[in-house]
């Protein structure tokens, strides 16, 4: 009897001892790499960088392995995640990283590892003469990335969208007051996996038609969005909606889109809903849109109560709350499979299947 609880010790104690080893062993290799999420470059940031001089990045062969496949960038000691924040240009193909080091010259002195042939061009921008700096990188398509924080390194690599979400709009800001919607609707749908959404803009650098065309083409956007304001006479006051009235689309199309979101944007902000008007045939982008598409104008830059409330972040949070509510209502219509699946699985727990 004695020598079994021996043995059975023992036994507990080589296992013990293994899965100790293991332990360590994971712990060591998740202390070395591992996935973090960087945060996104505010508003602030991503207009720092623009009209920055700069001068271009060492691009280098990989090393030991070192940028097979990926991009890998170099950290000074210190440089933890959250001094990075990064930015996705959809519509300009570009992928920035703000980074707040403290060696002005870092990035003279250290070269970027990459064999990846979809890099077609690498910039290093000052923000400071302390060190902050915005590396660009340009890419010859549409990409999303991941990233994962090493040893005084960060690693990226780069996947095509295509064909990965069932849900897909893509919102593009037509004014400043449009901009300051952004935030609040990034704040919103950041958090909702089911739509994917893609900016064609989040800084004052305006976007060309031609762009914003090939993002919605790449993206395989199901959806399309202005946001903004109108010019018009100083009595209107309210939301306002704008359709293509000119290219017909079956079942749900422009007018029931636009509409959607004209009454969810209204009943969100406690405002007026002036109705919806046919686009202005120069807004090129709309007029030649094949999906649903709209424009919401928020207010009338010419009403003395718009121009208020354009000022006032609950308002702009409200419209933005608004502006997410019809189109994810609008993808309920389009695309209710999400729902219909989780309902089906549910009901196959109820009956116990």
């Known amino acids: 009897m004695t020598e079994l609880i021996e043995n059975r010790l023992k036994k507990t104690a080589i296992y013990t001892a293994i899965f100790a080893v293991i332990s360590f062993g994971i712990m060591f290799y998740r202390a070395a790499t591992k996935s973090i999420l960087i945060a996104e470059a505010t508003q602030e940031q991503a207009q720092s960088a623009v ?38 240009k959809h519509s300009e193909h570009k992928f920035l990283l703000f980074i707040n080091g403290r060696n002005p010259d870092f990035y003279h002195q250290n070269k970027v590892f990459s064999d990846l042939a979809m890099i077609t061009g690498a910039t290093c921008k ?39 979400y ?8 037509v ?3 449009g901009l300051k919607l952004v935030p609040y609707i990034k704040k919103i749908m950041d958090n909702d996996d089911t739509i994917k959404v893609f900016y064609t803009r989040q800084s004052k650098e305006e976007t060309s038609t031609e762009k ?8 395989e956007a199901d959806l399309y969005v202005q946001i903004g304001t109108q010019d018009t006479d ?52 709309i007029m030649n849109s094949v999906i649903p598409s709209a424009f919401v104008s928020i207010g009338n830059i010419n009403s003395p109560g718009d121009s208020k409330r ?3 972040d609950f308002y702009i949070e409200n419209c933005a709350a608004g ?11 389009i695309n209710p499979v999400a729902e219909e699946e989780s309902t089906d699985a549910l009901q196959g727990i109820i009956n116990g299947n």
Do not use: H, W
């Open 51 to 88: 009209s920055t001089e700069s001068f271009d990045l060492d691009i280098s062969a990989p090393v030991g392995g070192k940028g097979e496949g990926t991009l890998v960038i170099p950290l000074e000691a210190g440089v933890s995640s959250d001094l990075i924040t990064f930015e996705e």
């Open 126 to 164: 000052p923000l400071n003469d302390k060190g902050n700096v915005c590396l660009e990188f340009s890419l010859d398509g549409l990409y999303e990335n991941e990233t994962e924080l090493g040893d005084s390194e960060i690693t990226v690599s780069f996947n095509v969208p295509e064909g990965l």
């Open 166 to 173: 069932e849900n897909v709009v893509v919102i593009d800001p």
């Open 175 to 177: 004014d400043d007051i």
């Open 212 to 219: 914003v065309e090939a993002l919605i083409a790449d993206s």
């Open 234 to 285: 100083a009595a209107d006051e309210g939301i306002r909606t704008f359709y293509n009235g000119v290219f017909f689309i079956r079942e749900f199309g422009n007018i029931k889109f636009s509409d959607m979101l004209e009454r969810c944007t209204a009943e969100a902000a406690s405002t007026n809903a002036l109705g919806l008007e046919e686009v202005s045939r120069d807004n090129e982008v």
């Open 310 to 312: 354009f000022g006032q």
């Open 323 to 333: 502006i997410v509510n019809g189109i994810k209502a609008s993808f309920q219509i």
